[in-house]
């Protein structure tokens, strides 16, 4: 199901006519299933709708698998009520944590990677593959802060997660090129070492200079077309692991579909012709 | 809002401890932490990059209750809106991620802000916003047809049960036009410079696709209170008749039915025991 998947797009409600209608082969749509888990009425319906035409993807930020806590029952039996309806062709989730002691705090938060949370989290995406009866991707988050205690490197952390609970990854080449600037680490290099193999998605997306301390802080706003920097990360990775389904996303400063729809056919373009992008 | 069924495995290792101070420090003020966390995570915090983290989250919240709350945010202005939104942040934070459902208790708060008591009015705009919210995701439900009621026998009307839809969500404000406030600034528009003074109601469902309203007298209110309790049109009949002696209850039920207020009806089976 999943290899018909070229580049696709956040879904967006302003965008739901243009969306429905777009016949392009191989577009996608991916939502935040947390903005869909309601009873009824038209967010469903609209969803549904584009369900019918176009595969989708549920992304989840909510299930705060980095807490050192299982994942809340009522929200991962809602996210496989969601699952049985929508029938996605994906579903991934964050390498962070949100929800803590009842509280949702709406952003992906750091934690050190010890071999305590690794083993904590990986408890927890194998009781959601087992929750949902399926593979689900594992993203990498955009950091920010210098965290000490960090027992493995993000890949290594990862690598491991997929080897212990079977899941794949989700490669997110701008929270790569943020967190790359932002800790000062080389984005080429840790894109280099990322294992290719367990990649099941790619997302790519704008960011911005932070309002107070400039280019020395990277925020990944998702309110900005894709940088330069990360369409060659983007097309240099693709010529090395071969073509993924991969996710324009933007949630901010919303251009019209014409012009999202514009990246879409890049990324498009690069995962027709890895080689002659990545030159 | 913290959830009393919150999970009672928590492991007492070193990353539960870390989410709770970091956790925190997302939250308290800057100035204090180095007093209320450990000096590692108050290190950590004091980097420049932690606000990014405090601006989301922060920033988060409060963009779901301006969008939870446009008739008020409209009202009030958005930078009156986003300071009082961020205190009532720091009080009730989300339990649900599903934010098109945070600020359940919003209105409460709005009741009892202090910069807020010469807006006597802004409760009640607040209850009619969630209403809208509530209706807007209710479970579908089809809408109950007028004429499967006009066909209803007259002598099996008064026990017939009129059941409200999953959407539809009514409200009486005795002490302020709480309906004209809030339709017109729902629809973005301007309020007569001489607005008339008078209670209100409002009724609003989701007959469709859309949440659809109408004003709604102390008489209809009565009435739906009586119909969500499962009372019959008789019952429903008295309710209404105790709040106004001359209410015109035909032309009540066909504007309730007209807007798509049922989703069914059923005949009570114990109403002749009841009314003999």
Known sequence: MTTALTAGLGLKPQHYDAALACPAAGLWFEVHPENYMVAGGPRLAWLEAIRARHAISLHGVALSLAADAEPDPAHLKRLAGLARRIEPALISEHLAWSTWRGVYHPDLLPFPRTDEALARVADNVSRTQDALQRRIAIENPSHYLHIEGHARDEIDFLSELARRTGCGLLLDVNNVYVSARNLGYSAEGYLDAFPGEPVMEIHLAGHTPDPNLGAALLVDSHDAPVAPEVWALYARLIARIGARPTLIERDDNLPDFATLFAERERAEAVLRTPLACAA | ?276
């Open chain 2, 1 to 276: 809002m913290i959830n009393a069924s919150m999970p009672t495995n928590l492991a007492p290792g070193a990353l539960a401890r870390f989410q709770d101070d970091f956790a925190h420090a997302l939250l308290a003020p800057a100035g204090s932490l180095a007093t209320t966390i450990p000096p590692t995570m108050a290190a950590l915090a004091a980097q420049p990059a932690f606000a990014v983290y405090r601006n989301t989250v922060m920033k988060g919240c409060i963009d779901a209750l301006q969008a939870n709350y446009p008739a008020v945010a409209r009202l009030v202005g958005e930078e009156w809106f986003r300071a009082a939104a961020a205190i009532h942040v720091r009080e009730a934070l989300p339990a649900d991620p599903t934010l098109l459902r945070y600020g359940a208790a919003f209105a409460d708060f709005l009741a009892r802000f202090e910069p807020a008591a010469e807006l006597p009015y802004l409760p009640g705009v607040a209850r009619l916003d969630r209403y809208w919210t509530e209706a807007h995701a209710a479970p579908d439900a089809d809408v109950l047809d007028p004429a499967a009621v006009a066909g209803v026998a007259p002598e099996a009307l008064p026990g017939t049960v009129l059941h409200p839809h999953p959407a539809a969500r009514w409200m009486w404000f005795p002490d302020a036009p709480i309906y004209t406030i809030w339709s017109r600034n729902r629809n973005d528009e301007a309020l007569d410079d001489n607005l008339d003074w008078r209670p209100e109601g409002a009724l609003l469902t989701r007959p469709r696709d859309t949440v659809e309203w109408i004003a709604l007298d102390a008489a209809g209110c009565a009435f739906l209170d009586a119909c969500a309790a499962g009372r019959t049109l008789a019952a429903a009949a008295d309710a209404v008749l105790e709040v106004q002696g001359n209410a015109d209850l035909t032309r009540l039920m066909s504007r309730l039915l007209a807007a798509g207020t049922f989703s069914g009806m059923n005949f009570h089976p114990q109403f002749k025991e009841v009314h003999p």
